[in-house]
């Protein structure tokens, strides 16, 4: 059989409009795929000094306003902070604003014991007992620390209101107090006597790590929408452009019959 009489496979070929069309179409492709990206990708600006802190899994949603009776947000026993410290309330300020819970500092070296030393265990203890004496709601966080003049030891110890626990879970406390023991630990990374400036970078950094997973679904919605219209202009395009080939193979096959005659 000759090459002219061998059945030929019908490949439409794009016009000028169809190429256009999808040019458009993978350009707008690109541009969702990058924002998508981009917006998912956002959460990951940790620092490198903060490598070691545990990064939240957790996905969580701000507190209403109205489980929080809002109070002050330190009791200073300490000379930390002073009145009115804006540099501390900045920090603490964050964390309210992201997480819906308010954070309060207690700072003292005295909890009302012989014990010179108390121990991690007494300090939480007492704790939960301030908390009942300060807090008429569940939407608080206490952070207690205590400083032992003597022996310039520093202890500390959480208490989360029962509504507040909704966001500031067990994970959430972990990552706080990894972030208070490394600015502890690390105190010379701040000036002499900025421990106000230590305890805003505590509490806004924690808020960012535990805040940092958003619901994406909106996204996802508006993502596979877009996809899917995208793919129906391009299989419509495409079935128009196979419906002419057919018809233009079909009459091209019937001038040849006639012509053959």
Same mark, same amino acid.
């Given at each position: 059989?000759?090459?002219?009489?061998?059945?030929?496979?019908?490949?439409?070929?794009?016009?000028?409009?169809?190429?256009?069309?999808?040019w458009i179409v993978l350009a707008a492709a690109l541009v969702v795929v990058t924002a998508?990206?981009?917006?998912?990708?956002?959460?990951?600006?940790?620092?490198?000094?903060?490598?070691?802190?545990?990064?939240?899994?957790?996905?969580?949603?701000?507190?209403?306003?109205?489980?929080?009776? /809002?109070?002050?947000?330190?009791?200073?026993?300490?000379?930390?902070?002073?009145?009115?410290?804006?540099?501390?309330?900045?920090?603490?300020?964050?964390?309210?604003?992201?997480?819906?819970?308010?954070?309060?500092?207690?700072?003292?070296?005295?909890?009302?014991?012989?014990?010179?030393?108390?121990?991690?265990?007494?300090?939480?203890?007492?704790?939960?007992?301030?908390?009942?004496?300060?807090?008429?709601?569940?939407?608080?966080?206490?952070?207690?620390?205590?400083?032992?003049?003597?022996?310039? /030891?520093?202890?500390?110890?959480?208490?989360?209101?029962?509504?507040?626990?909704?966001?500031?879970?067990?994970?959430?406390?972990?990552?706080?107090?990894?972030?208070?023991?490394?600015?502890?630990?690390?105190?010379?990374?701040?000036?002499?006597?900025?421990?106000?400036?230590?305890?805003?970078?505590?509490?806004?950094?924690?808020?960012?790590?535990?805040?940092?997973?958003?619901?994406?679904?909106?996204?996802?919605?508006?993502?596979?929408?877009?996809?899917?219209?995208?793919?129906?202009?391009?299989?419509?395009?495409?079935?128009?452009?196979?419906?002419?080939?057919?018809?233009?193979?079909?009459?091209?096959?019937?001038?040849?019959?006639?012509?053959?005659?």
């Open positions: 059989m000759s090459g002219e009489n061998r059945k030929k496979r019908f490949l439409p070929e794009l016009s000028d409009r169809q190429s256009l069309w999808f998508f990206f981009a917006v998912s990708c956002s959460r990951n600006d940790f620092t490198a000094e903060d490598s070691a802190i545990p990064r939240s899994l957790v996905r969580r949603t701000r507190l209403p306003e109205n489980a929080v009776t /809002e109070t002050g947000f330190y009791t200073d026993h300490l000379d930390w902070l002073g009145k009115n410290n804006e540099t501390a309330l900045k920090g603490l300020r964050y964390f309210y604003k992201q997480t819906g819970v308010q954070p309060y500092v207690f700072l003292t070296n005295n909890l009302g014991l012989e014990a010179d030393q108390p121990d991690r265990e007494t300090l939480q203890q007492y704790a939960e007992e301030l908390y009942d004496g300060l807090f008429q709601d569940g939407g608080h966080l206490l952070l207690v620390i205590y400083e032992n003049r003597r022996s310039g /030891e520093t202890l500390y110890g959480s208490v989360v209101g029962k509504a507040a626990a909704a966001v500031v879970d067990e994970e959430a406390v972990t990552i706080l107090e990894a972030y208070l023991d490394t600015a502890l630990r690390d105190g010379q990374h701040y000036p002499q006597g900025s421990r106000d400036e230590m305890l805003s970078d505590v509490f806004e950094k924690t808020a960012r790590n535990i805040m940092s997973i958003k619901d994406r679904t909106g996204w996802i919605v508006v993502l596979v929408l877009l996809v899917t219209l995208m793919l129906a202009v391009t299989a419509v395009d495409f079935g128009k452009a196979w419906k002419a080939g057919k018809e233009r193979e079909a009459k091209e096959k019937q001038e040849k019959s006639a012509a053959g005659r």
